[in-house]
């Protein structure tokens, strides 16, 4: 093992993240009530430009509860994916829906146009819903992930949601800091767009509160839902009288200070990341066998993950070249197992997913924090001009 250490993505925690945390603790208020709370659901409104936005546990949990609000039961189908992490689908068998498998175009984002092919051809739209032919069901929403910060084609995802009556979800937990800067959706950030959009702000995400996520809408009736979903459905604050099946799923003010820290340096982290990912491309256009992939044009993406695509040209494959770069300290890893192939979803449905397996085996992510020196990417990009 070589004695340098450069992981894929960690956290950045040099700004004013232990004044707020120890203000926190000082005023002790820990828990899930408290000022910051308010203050990073604000901030994160006027970031986003979001009509409002309500705190959450986690970016899972955020998905559970975007599915309860648009009211996603056991009686629908779901829309989503194949090609992303598996927190995006599973909060769809939380409410006992089921999943529909998409595959990914050459963004990595859900292929808008073998969507519309879906909706078209596999489904009836009978009474304003959308109904599969194979199981007979509505299928009532969609999820759209915005992969590695990259955002899905919207203009072309909404016009189909508005011509099937679908419910959209935006899984921009990846994608927090990425906006359109022209076309129909210019200045609208990722989450923004559908019915319901999610942040994560785990540890690996651009910012991170810890754990921790956000559920943002322009629609009041959602948010106030959301919100009262998150908070044990209390319909009354002084008798404990509660309208429905609620959760406690509100961020605590811990993770709020930290969240409000480190949204202050999040443009801070876009504009670094954005140089080491134009860095790294310059570089491995010149290594034959290896490109970077890009991000959608029209937008200002967050940079999150650098997706390296590895072809037959190289002399490694993909296991091989994680495993040599691992030899060299350097953390890489592939994309997720596809999730139609995991064992809970193996007997779902699945249309025409082709891309998704090509691109699954072709490629890694490499180091991308957000602190990544130049230093550091020159090493990764040295190793990879001279494999083994
Ligand atoms: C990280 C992530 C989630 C889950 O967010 P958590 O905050 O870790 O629960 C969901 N979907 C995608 C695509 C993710 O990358």
Redesign the pocket.
């Known amino acids: 093992m070589s004695e340098k250490y450069i992981p894929l993505s960690v956290p950045n925690l040099k700004g004013r993240e232990l004044e707020y945390v120890t203000h926190a603790i000082e005023t002790e208020w820990v828990s899930t009530a408290g000022p910051y709370i308010n203050e990073f659901e604000n901030k994160v409104m006027e970031y986003t430009g979001a009509r409002g936005a309500v705190s959450c546990q986690?970016?899972?949990?955020?998905?559970h509860v975007a599915l309860k609000v648009l009211e996603v039961t056991s009686e629908d189908e779901v829309i989503v994916p194949t090609l992303?992490?598996i927190?995006?689908v599973n909060p769809v068998k939380y409410v006992g829906a089921e999943p529909i498998f998409m595959d990914c175009d050459d963004t990595l984002n859900i292929d808008a146009d073998k969507l519309r092919t879906f909706c078209e051809t596999e489904c009836d739209f009978i009474n304003d819903k959308l109904i599969n032919k194979l199981s007979k069901k509505h299928i009532k929403a969609l999820i759209v992930?915005h992969?590695f910060g990259n955002m899905a084609d919207m203009e072309k995802i909404m016009s189909i949601a508005d011509d099937y009556n679908l419910k959209v979800i935006e899984?921009a937990?990846?994608a927090m800091g990425t906006y359109y800067i022209a076309e129909r959706y210019k200045d609208k950030h990722a989450g923004t767009i559908g019915d319901i959009g999610?942040y994560?702000?785990?540890g690996?995400?651009i910012m991170t509160t810890g754990?921790?996520?956000m559920i943002v809408s322009n629609d009041k009736q959602i948010l106030k839902k959301a919100k009262h979903l998150t908070t044990q459905a209390k319909s009354d604050d002084i008798y404990y009288t509660h309208d429905e099946i609620g959760y406690n799923y509100r961020m605590t003010n811990l993770q709020a200070a930290l969240g409000l820290a480190q949204l202050e340096q999040l443009e801070g982290f876009i504009e670094s990341k954005k140089a080491n990912y134009e860095r790294y491309k310059k570089e491995i256009e010149n290594i034959q066998g290896l490109k970077i992939l890009n991000f959608n044009k029209h937008t200002r993406p967050n940079y999150w993950f650098y997706a390296l695509y590895i072809d037959e040209h190289y002399k490694l494959n993909r296991d091989q070249l994680i495993t040599y770069l691992s030899s060299k300290g350097i953390q890489s890893r592939p994309i997720w197992g596809l999730i139609s192939d995991q064992i809970p979803y193996r007997s779902n449905q699945i249309f025409e997913i082709e891309k998704a397996h090509r691109y699954l085996e072709h490629v890694i992510n490499i180091p991308c924090s957000s602190n990544l020196s130049n230093e550091d990417v020159n090493y990764v990009v040295e190793c990879l001009r001279h494999p083994k």
């Open positions: 986690n970016g899972t949990s955020g998905l992303t992490f927190a995006a992930v992969v899984d937990t990846e999610v994560s702000f785990n690996n995400k754990g921790g996520g």
